[in-house]
C-alpha cells in the first residue's frame, strides 16, 4: 500500500491523499481555515487551497489568523501568513484579541479567545465549517494531558475529526496525520513557516509533555497508540 508507506516514511503529502484528508470538507458552502502561521496551519493553507484549485468546484475557502499580541513579533507572523494565503488566492483576515490578558491561565484563555474570534469572524461570512490543523501528535498530547488532569473516558476519547460547537462545525482534516508528514510537505515545496517559542516554553503544560515524548514512545506510548 503506497499510502501506508508513504506514512510510514514521513514522506511528504501527496495529492491523492489530500485528497482523502478533505473528503470530510462540505461540497459546498464555505470553510474557514484557521492559520496560525506555524507548520502545521501552514501545511492546512497549501494542500487545502491546491486541493480546491484541483478539484475546480466548492466549497469556497478563506483564512483567518488570530493575532493573541502576545509576543512582539505576531503581527509580522499574521502578516506573512496573509501574503502566502494571497500568493495560493485564499482570502485572508487578521482578528486581533484586544483588551488585557490574563495574568494566570493564559494558555486557556489564548485557546477560548481564538475559537471565539474564529467563529464570530466565520458567523460574520455566512460560513459553516472551520478546518483548524490539529495532528496526530497534538491528539496524543491531549489524551496525556486529559489522562493527568484525571478525565473520565468522555475526555480520554480526545478530539475528534468533527465537532459541533457554537453553531458551527469544526474540522480537523490532519487529525490522523503525523506532524513530521506536515512539516516534509513544506520542505518539500520550499515553503518557509513561523514558530512560537511558547511551543518549547516549558512552563506550559504541552511543551513539557512534547519534551518527553521520545520517552514515552520508547514506552510504548507513541502517538499512534494514543491516538488510537
Do not use: Y
Request: glycine residues 8%; hydrophobic residues 45%.
Amino acid at each position: 500500500n503506497k499510502s501506508a508507506s508513504a506514512a510510514e516514511s514521513g514522506a511528504a503529502i501527496s495529492e491523492r491523499e489530500a485528497a482523502s484528508l478533505f473528503a470530510q470538507f462540505p461540497n459546498s458552502g464555505q470553510v474557514v481555515l484557521a492559520v496560525s502561521g506555524g507548520a502545521d496551519s501552514t501545511a492546512l493553507l497549501v494542500l487545502a487551497a491546491r486541493w480546491r484549485a484541483a478539484r475546480g468546484h466548492g466549497p469556497a475557502l478563506s483564512a483567518a489568523t488570530v493575532d493573541h499580541g502576545l509576543r512582539p513579533h505576531s503581527r509580522a507572523e499574521a502578516e506573512q501568513v496573509a501574503t502566502l494565503a494571497r500568493q495560493f488566492g485564499v482570502p485572508h483576515r487578521i482578528l486581533t484579541w484586544e483588551g488585557e490578558k490574563p495574568a494566570a491561565g493564559i494558555e486557556a484563555a489564548a485557546r477560548e479567545a481564538r475559537r471565539r474570534l474564529l467563529a464570530a469572524h466565520a458567523r460574520s461570512l455566512g460560513a459553516t465549517h472551520i478546518a483548524t490543523a490539529h495532528t496526530l501528535d497534538d491528539q496524543a498530547e491531549t489524551v496525556l494531558m486529559r489522562l493527568a488532569a484525571g478525565s473520565g473516558p468522555a475526555g480520554l476519547a480526545g478530539m475528534q475529526m468533527q465537532e459541533s460547537r457554537d453553531g458551527l462545525c469544526w474540522l480537523r482534516p490532519f487529525l490522523t496525520t503525523r506532524k513530521h508528514r506536515l512539516l516534509a510537505t513544506l520542505r518539500r515545496d520550499s515553503i518557509g513557516w513561523s514558530e512560537d517559542p511558547m511551543n518549547r516554553d516549558t512552563h506550559f503544560a504541552r511543551p513539557r509533555l512534547r519534551a518527553a515524548a521520545g520517552v514515552l514512545a520508547r514506552e510504548g506510548l507513541t502517538p499512534e497508540r494514543l491516538g488510537r
